[in-house]
């Protein structure tokens, strides 16, 4: 924690009790216990008992934060074990049936290395070949978070059944909270009273339900058309610790927690981030060709890109990226950065989206006078 000094119980490490040890145990041994080479009976007994040591005081030095982590539950704010995912599953059968095909909630889905288990009952009428079902991760973590048609289990063991799959993608999924969350959430929790006031509050409260490394913007005034405006009202827009936009079930869970903490007669909103796609076309001269050019150039666009860094609706000016590039080693000159194959700046589509890099085109010339283009991203795989 930067900004939270750590309390040290005990600085000693495992090298100066070592030391002291062998000095004291040749004091009290009137030198006689002299040989404290590595292997030695004196040595090897010195190290088991320094290494149960400096496990006590490893614990040790943990209590402090154990101790204000325990403190803060009593108060009311306990540090968050992570989120789980949450997702649609779809479930394909073999032939349609004359009776309804029904699974219980609770039943787990398998998929290679993660298991889901249904929140709700699934039902899919006479009839009728496929069913749609809520279902989360049953392991909290990010590693639930995934990509839509990222599952698919063609043998899930059950009677008519042919597959099962994601049509949309499981989001919401966060890891352990760091220990500074946690105590600037505490901080924060001794403001509030409970009752979100300030746009601040809003987007704290959305970012601590969604998980950590989240983000949440709010929008004050703005209805749930997101093109009206009127008193009382607050539009959320949120991306997860991915930077990926949550499902529409994450996004309706987190608007019905923020709802119940609203004062009377105000109204909250949340919806995902909308991303759309942009395509880049870059020509430069290079110290040398080389197949992890374009690989750098992606990296750093991605970064700059990231929603986490640039504000909702910006827009991409042209200048700006030829800064960005031209900071990648081995650029030497940019000759022309086009957007969307436009060599003008690209306004965002709308006030609440954001740019996401599609595919980069890298025409570079070499010293030398030789010439290659590299294609990465959307669709593409690794650099050719």
Not at 82 to 105: C, E, N
Not at 114 to 140: C, D, F, N, Q
Not at 173 to 185: A, F, K, M, Q
């Amino acid at each position: 924690m930067s900004d939270i000094p750590k309390l040290v119980l005990d600085p000693q490490n495992e090298t100066e009790m070592l030391a002291q040890m062998l000095a004291r145990t040749r004091a009290a041994s009137g030198n006689t216990l002299t040989d404290f080479s590595p292997g030695s009976p004196v040595t090897a007994i010195a190290e088991g008992q320094v290494y149960a040591t400096a496990e006590f005081l490893w614990i040790h030095n943990e209590l402090p934060e154990a101790t204000a982590l325990e403190v803060l539950r009593l108060s009311g704010v306990s540090r968050s074990p992570g989120t789980y995912a949450k997702g649609t599953l779809a479930v394909l059968l073999r032939s349609p049936l004359s009776s309804a095909f029904t699974i219980p909630q609770g039943y787990s889905l398998s998929f290679r290395d993660r298991s889901y288990e249904l929140t709700e009952p699934l039902y899919i009428p006479p009839g009728a070949v496929e069913g749609r079902v809520k279902a989360r991760a049953k392991a909290l973590g990010s590693q639930g978070n995934v990509a839509a048609y990222g599952l698919s289990n063609l043998n899930p063991g059950l009677n008519y059944v042919q597959s099962v799959y994601n049509p949309e993608a499981f989001t919401g999924g966060s890891d352990l909270e760091p220990l500074e969350d946690t105590i600037r959430r505490s901080q924060e929790a001794v403001r509030d009273r409970q009752v979100l006031v300030s746009v601040g509050d809003y987007e704290g409260r959305a970012q601590q339900l969604l998980g950590t490394g989240s983000k949440a913007w709010g929008i004050p005034l703005l209805s749930s058309d997101r093109i009206t405006r009127s008193a009382g009202q607050l539009h959320l827009f949120l991306l997860d610790a991915t930077g990926e936009p949550p499902n529409t079930a994450t996004c309706q869970a987190i608007q019905q927690s923020l709802t119940n903490l609203t004062f009377a007669g105000a109204s909250v909103w949340v919806s995902p981030v909308e991303t759309e796609e942009v395509d880049f076309d870059i020509t430069l001269t290079v110290d040398s060709l080389s197949e992890d050019l374009p690989t750098a150039i992606f990296e750093r666009l991605v970064s700059y890109l990231s929603p986490f860094t640039l504000g909702l609706g910006q827009t991409l000016e042209v200048k700006e990226l030829e800064y960005v590039v031209r900071g990648t080693p081995g650029v030497r000159a940019i000759v022309s950065l086009l957007i969307d194959q436009q060599a003008v700046n690209r306004a965002a589509s709308g006030p609440y989206v954001f740019p996401k890099l599609g595919t980069l085109t890298v025409s570079a010339t070499d010293l030398a006078g030789y010439h290659k283009t590299y294609y990465i991203g959307t669709g593409i795989g690794d650099p050719i």
